[in-house]
């Protein structure tokens, strides 16, 4: 294995990369709402690589289709795998992978870069500065993954968190945009629980941290800006597709009652929901 991590390294070295290596790699499961209240909840499955001054929260699935679309090799078994999928009447292959976020800290420049797509797979991509919140620490602790856990309360980006971390592992990160706290995040939800993180596996591991890939693909944006268009994207989503098949578009609940396809930000919102407020 350490062979394997230093050719991959090289490699990127040869193509002008400076890879980052992690110290430990972790699995989360993110539980979330799905675009209506009465459907299942989802789960998708990442992975933070990190080490003291950089890492890259990602889902290992997107990440895999996604480098297989940036080379026309890639596109090539993309193409094989979805005939095998079809002959073997599995129908199309579903190559949309399991959450689009992925979400890179540098700490050595202080800021976080946040890569995501909406609805209709437009990619966008932004900068913000690292920061946590104003944690509360409590009287609280239990165990997580054979951890002690702290746990502590703040407001970030217009939702109250719950979080639980651990002191006893020196990497102070945790999943997606979440810091701020003297060790690694290993459970964290949001006020009634719309949003869950939970750590599933904890590994002292070195690996390359890669770079994201088909950037060029991002248009360049603000966090807010992305919040508000993907949101009005989602509140007129029937007369989108609409005008995009020249046909009215009508969707109907399981009452038979016509309804829009996403439910309203008022009854399932964004992890952030700050950009609700008019600017100053």
């Given at each position: 294995m350490r062979k394997f991590v230093i050719v991959v390294v090289l490699l990127f070295a040869s193509l002008g990369v400076l890879a980052e290596v992690s110290d430990i790699v972790v699995g989360y499961e993110l539980e979330r709402p799905a675009e209506k209240k009465y459907m299942p909840r989802v789960v998708n499955q990442y992975l933070l690589l990190a080490n003291g001054e950089f890492s890259k929260f990602y889902s290992p699935r997107t990440e895999y289709f996604d480098s297989l679309k940036s080379t026309p090799l890639g596109l090539k078994r993309l193409e094989e795998m979805g005939n095998v999928s079809i002959d073997a009447g599995?129908?199309?292959?579903?190559?949309?992978?399991?959450?689009?976020?992925?979400?890179?800290?540098?700490?050595?420049?202080?800021?976080?870069?946040?890569?995501?797509?909406?609805?209709?797979?437009t990619k966008y991509v932004y900068d913000e500065p690292i920061e946590g919140c104003f944690w509360e620490v409590t009287d609280s602790t239990k165990t997580i993954l054979g951890y002690e856990c702290i746990k502590v309360k703040g407001d970030y980006h217009g939702r109250k968190w719950t979080v639980w971390?651990?002191?006893?592992i020196p990497v102070h990160n945790?999943?997606?945009?979440?810091?701020?706290?003297?060790?690694?995040?290993?459970?964290?939800?949001?006020?009634?629980?719309?949003?869950?993180?939970?750590?599933?596996?904890?590994?002292?591991?070195?690996?390359?941290?890669?770079?994201?890939?088909?950037?060029?693909?991002?248009?360049?944006?603000?966090?807010?800006?992305?919040?508000?268009?993907?949101r009005h994207k989602m509140d007129n989503a029937a007369n989108i597709l609409g005008s995009v098949f020249?046909?009215?578009?009508?969707?109907?609940?399981?009452?038979?009652?016509?309804?829009?396809?996403?439910?309203?930000?008022?009854?399932?919102?964004?992890?952030?929901?700050?950009?609700?407020?008019?600017?100053?």
């Amino acid at each position: 294995m350490r062979k394997f991590v230093i050719v991959v390294v090289l490699l990127f070295a040869s193509l002008g990369v400076l890879a980052e290596v992690s110290d430990i790699v972790v699995g989360y499961e993110l539980e979330r709402p799905a675009e209506k209240k009465y459907m299942p909840r989802v789960v998708n499955q990442y992975l933070l690589l990190a080490n003291g001054e950089f890492s890259k929260f990602y889902s290992p699935r997107t990440e895999y289709f996604d480098s297989l679309k940036s080379t026309p090799l890639g596109l090539k078994r993309l193409e094989e795998m979805g005939n095998v999928s079809i002959d073997a009447g599995n129908g199309v292959l579903n190559t949309d992978g399991d959450g689009f976020m992925y979400v890179v800290k540098d700490r050595r420049k202080g800021k976080l870069t946040y890569y995501d797509r909406d609805w209709m797979q437009t990619k966008y991509v932004y900068d913000e500065p690292i920061e946590g919140c104003f944690w509360e620490v409590t009287d609280s602790t239990k165990t997580i993954l054979g951890y002690e856990c702290i746990k502590v309360k703040g407001d970030y980006h217009g939702r109250k968190w719950t979080v639980w971390f651990s002191p006893e592992i020196p990497v102070h990160n945790g999943p997606w945009k979440l810091d701020g706290v003297p060790g690694l995040i290993l459970e964290a939800s949001t006020q009634g629980g719309e949003y869950i993180f939970r750590a599933t596996g904890i590994e002292e591991k070195k690996m390359p941290i890669g770079p994201v890939y088909l950037v060029k693909e991002y248009e360049r944006t603000s966090r807010i800006n992305f919040l508000r268009v993907a949101r009005h994207k989602m509140d007129n989503a029937a007369n989108i597709l609409g005008s995009v098949f020249g046909t009215q578009i009508i969707v109907n609940g399981p009452d038979g009652e016509e309804e829009k396809m996403f439910d309203s930000a008022s009854v399932l919102d964004f992890m952030e929901t700050d950009y609700h407020k008019k600017p100053k």
